[in-house]
């Protein structure tokens, strides 16, 4: 799996840190989303296929 | 479409149930409604569709233009206000000035608070004699409590600003002068200091109308939406016992109430359409209101199979209470926090919690921008 994400369409809600905080995080600064671990391991691929798709803004793009 | 507009919102007869209109709203993708101003607006009605129109470009939040439907007749400095109600990119920056103060890691740190004061508010509710007004003892105070916390409003003036929106006004003007002379650790100090950096990032205008919105928007909604959640749990007696069984469904419950919700309605989303658009094989022409009705996307049968029964143990929680798309509320994390202890604690603590009143007796707002009950007597 590997996980990007597009930045200008983040609307900083923190559903993904607070779903899936070792694969999500926010920038203090810009409070946008980050993307710890690109390829995450196959225990939280769930967990990121779910955090893509409550995603607002649909921010959040996962690759098989 | 029908022919004849339907009166939006629509009226909620019974406490523990959703309009009739929600409940076949769906048969058609888009329906016309007058709202309380006497203007003409198109509903949204189905998931799909209402997640895809929140986030096109082309359905405007921004009112401000000759013509553009209005909710209601009453003008505010707060609501309705085009200066205020902006789209991308000026929408971006704004929004990212605020998002500091509910980023995940700032609202999580904010649980040994909430608990603190919750755990506070309940033990002086068990001292009264019942029947109580849960939202005056509790739902309120509680809301109230962690947003003046996070914006920096003093507890001593916690009941200057719940008269009208006029005093709320005028008592934020005074709170940001206040806060220019002496600052804090808190939200409001930080978006003065925004502003005052006087870079065009935050105009003075847009700084006391947003400090207003935090304040208003950050306690009543929660409040209201407890309320509801309370009364959903009372009136599914099956739901209240599994719940109160297994404290580990808090955070699944609170979806399934946030969705199946009987305290709103869709009014305050109304856009403008700035280019034709098509949904469901219907052309909404430029020019045109349009309402995204949340409430029916909850309801609807494609995404939530049985979608009329509560079901703390559904697995789908997509709901869009909290809308999608840019303008996503910024609260809800915050808001779904404050739910889940909330309910926790008030299950764990009055576990033999009941209405005072039959259901029925339960009365909404009559004003169509106040959304929740008038008041929510209990007993235990």
């Given at each position: 799996m590997h996980v990007s994400v597009d930045p200008e369409k983040c609307c900083s809600s923190g559903l993904c840190a607070l779903s899936v905080p070792e694969v999500f995080g926010q920038d203090e600064r810009e409070c946008v989303v980050l993307v710890l671990t690109f390829e995450p391991p196959a225990a939280l691929h769930d967990r990121v296929r779910a955090a893509a798709r409550r995603c607002p803004t649909g921010t959040i793009e996962v690759r098989d | 479409m029908k022919s004849s507009p339907l009166h939006f919102p629509f009226e909620w007869p019974a406490a523990a149930g959703p309009p009739e209109a929600l409940v076949t709203l769906r048969e058609e993708p888009v329906v016309r409604v007058t709202l309380p101003s006497g203007d003409e607006a198109f509903l949204?009605?189905?998931?799909?569709?209402?997640?895809?129109?929140?986030?096109?470009?082309?359905?405007?939040?921004?009112?401000?233009r000759p013509g553009a439907p209005r909710m209601t007749e009453r003008k505010t400095k707060v609501f309705q206000n085009p200066r205020i109600d902006r789209d991308p990119p000026e929408h971006t920056r704004m929004r990212r000035l605020m998002a500091k103060a509910f980023t995940a890691t700032r609202v999580e740190g904010m649980r040994p608070h909430v608990r603190r004061v919750t755990e506070e508010l309940l033990t002086d509710l068990l001292r009264r004699t019942p029947p109580v007004d849960l939202l005056e003892a509790f739902a309120v105070p509680l809301t109230l409590r962690v947003i003046c916390g996070l914006l920096g409003v003093p507890p001593r003036d916690q009941g200057r600003f719940r008269g009208s929106l006029d005093e709320a006004w005028r008592y934020m003007g005074e709170l940001i002068e206040a806060k220019r002379e002496d600052p804090g650790d808190d939200l409001i100090s930080a978006l003065i200091e925004v502003h005052d950096e006087d870079d065009g990032r935050l105009s003075a205008h847009e700084l006391h109308v947003w400090c207003v919105i935090l304040l208003l928007a950050g306690f009543e909604t929660t409040a209201t939406q407890l309320g509801s959640g309370v009364v959903l749990l009372l009136t599914h007696p099956d739901q209240f016992e599994l719940l109160r069984g297994d404290p580990a469904l808090i955070p699944d419950a609170v979806e399934e109430l946030l969705r199946c919700q009987i305290a709103g309605h869709?009014?305050?989303?109304?856009?403008?359409?700035?280019?034709?658009?098509?949904?469901?094989?219907?052309?909404?022409?430029?020019?045109?209101?349009?309402?995204?009705?949340?409430?029916?996307?909850?309801?609807?049968?494609?995404?939530?199979?049985?979608?009329?029964?509560?079901?703390?143990?559904?697995?789908?929680?997509?709901?869009?209470?909290?809308?999608?798309?840019?303008?996503?509320?910024?609260?809800?994390?915050?808001?779904?926090?404050?739910?889940?202890?909330?309910?926790?604690?008030?299950?764990r603590r009055v576990p033999t919690l009941r209405l005072a009143v039959p259901p029925g007796d339960l009365r909404h707002h009559d004003s169509p921008l106040d959304l929740g009950f008038r008041e929510l007597p209990v007993m235990w």
């Open positions: - | 949204v009605t189905r998931y799909e569709e209402i997640r895809r129109v929140l986030s096109d470009p082309r359905v405007s939040r921004n009112r401000d869709s009014l305050s989303m109304l856009r403008l359409v700035t280019d034709d658009i098509e949904i469901g094989g219907v052309t909404i022409p430029k020019g045109s209101g349009l309402i995204p009705v949340l409430e029916s996307a909850n309801f609807d049968e494609t995404v939530f199979p049985d979608p009329l029964r509560l079901d703390i143990t559904r697995v789908n929680k997509q709901h869009l209470v909290f809308s999608a798309g840019p303008h996503f509320c910024m609260g809800a994390a915050l808001a779904r926090l404050e739910l889940q202890v909330a309910l926790e604690a008030l299950m």
